[in-house]
């Protein structure tokens, strides 16, 4: 299954659905599920004088974990985004809220959906670029997104 590493704090911004946009320098043609990996690295974090959260997204560290698959979501899309050109109508008309979403940086948005937190993260070593994690290693956290998924439709 496709996997890929998000630092922190965006990867729980993705979790808590808040993030929809992740912004890349290439383009994928995948669409699908997509697990969502917490990087290790510390670098993207805006911590207080006292390390306990992120001072920009107010998020705690407790909250956060590093070096796990924490969730998975769906990779609806990727647009190629420059802001000094106007989006194409059919990108508009399937996103609307895009051009004003706070993480919409490009080049490449990948546009994210459906995000689903795992109850139990799973320890795992991430990759740059998009790499594999065989589907029964996040088998149960699937099966709760899953049933979620189920439970919403109805």
């Known amino acids: 299954m496709n996997a890929l590493t998000i630092c922190q704090p965006y990867a729980e911004l993705i979790m808590r659905r808040e993030k929809r946009v992740e912004n890349r320098q290439w383009p994928t043609a995948y669409r699908g599920a ?8 510390r670098e993207w974090l805006e911590l207080d004088d006292q390390k306990l959260f992120d001072e920009f997204y107010n998020i705690p560290l407790a909250q956060m974990q590093f ?27 399937a996103w609307p809220w895009l051009p004003n979403h706070e993480h919409t940086e490009g080049p490449f948005c990948w546009i994210l959906e459906d995000a689903f937190r795992f109850s139990v993260p799973v320890p795992w070593r ?27 439709r109805r």
Request: charged share 15%.
């Open 34 to 41: 997509l697990l969502i990996h917490a990087g290790k690295s």
């Open 126 to 152: 991430g990759f740059p670029g998009l790499f594999d994690v065989p589907s029964g290693q996040v088998a149960v956290g699937l099966s709760e997104a899953m049933e979620a998924r189920k439970a919403v």
């Open 67 to 93: 070096g796990f698959i924490i969730g998975v979501a769906q990779l609806r899309g990727c647009i190629h985004w420059n802001r000094g050109i106007r989006p194409y109508p059919v990108i508009m008309e």
